[in-house]
């Protein structure tokens, strides 16, 4: 298993704000996921954090909006640039050991 | 689009009976794995069944997988009002990755 602890894990914040959401791990993994889950849906793949290179990010999401860092093999941020109230939605990062472990998110509402 | 779809979207059930949940997902895949997750929380994985394996238990779980139909169900045993949540199936192929279905609300009236 693994135990993952994410920064807020709550927050409010005013459109055309930035929020820097992190994301904290046990011990050292190679593969890091972050998820966008909007009010009553499903858990989207926004990007893959790989350590020491760009992320890979997933259709419909890009670097400029979603800002990933994966300074070292335990540690990821995702940054959530000129918000707006779509933005709205439950961030999660996420481990690959021998299946995927979740953070337990950070809950984000946009005004 | 999502690679997972279950159905019900909803159950509601009394504690002690069975709750069975159904996904089913279109391109194939390496295994597939079931997630819950409570009011808005971070996910819980429950179990994880591989494309060779027809059948998995844990606990009050049971899952079952037909890569020929392209599709699992989720069986929970003797249910009870903690069992109350949102259940996600989620499919992964070579690269890791995971796709989700829309999730299905199981409510458990003690």
């Known amino acids: 298993s693994a135990v993952i602890s994410q920064k807020p894990s709550r927050d409010i914040c005013q459109r055309g704000t930035s929020l820097t959401i992190q994301c904290q791990v046990d011990?050292?993994?190679?593969?890091m996921f972050w998820y966008r889950q909007q009010p009553g849906q499903s858990l989207t793949l926004i990007a893959t954090a790989n350590q020491g290179s760009e992320a890979t990010y997933e259709s419909g999401f890009v670097i400029d909006k979603f800002p990933i860092s994966r300074p070292n093999l335990t540690f990821s941020t995702l940054t959530v640039s000129n918000m707006s109230p779509e933005d709205s939605s439950i961030y999660l990062c996420?481990?690959?050991?021998?299946?995927?472990?979740f953070g337990p998110g950070t809950r984000l509402l946009v005004l | 689009s999502q690679q997972g779809e279950e159905d019900p979207q909803a159950l509601s059930i009394q504690e002690g009976e069975n709750a069975t949940m159904n996904c089913s997902y279109k391109t194939s895949i390496n295994n597939l794995q079931w997630y819950r997750q409570n009011s808005g929380r971070g996910l819980v994985h429950l179990i994880l069944?591989?494309?060779?394996?027809r059948e998995k238990h844990s606990g009050r779980l049971r899952v079952t997988l037909d890569t020929s139909k392209k599709s699992s169900s989720l069986l929970i045993t003797a249910s009870r009002a903690a069992d109350t949540a949102s259940y996600f199936c989620?499919?992964?192929?070579?690269?890791?990755?995971?796709?989700f279905g829309k999730g299905i609300t199981l409510s458990v009236r003690p």
């Open positions: 011990s050292q993994v190679t593969m």
């Open positions: 989620a499919t992964s192929g070579a690269n890791s990755k995971l796709t």
């Open positions: 996420s481990v690959l050991r021998e299946t995927q472990y």
């Open positions: 069944i591989r494309s060779n394996e």
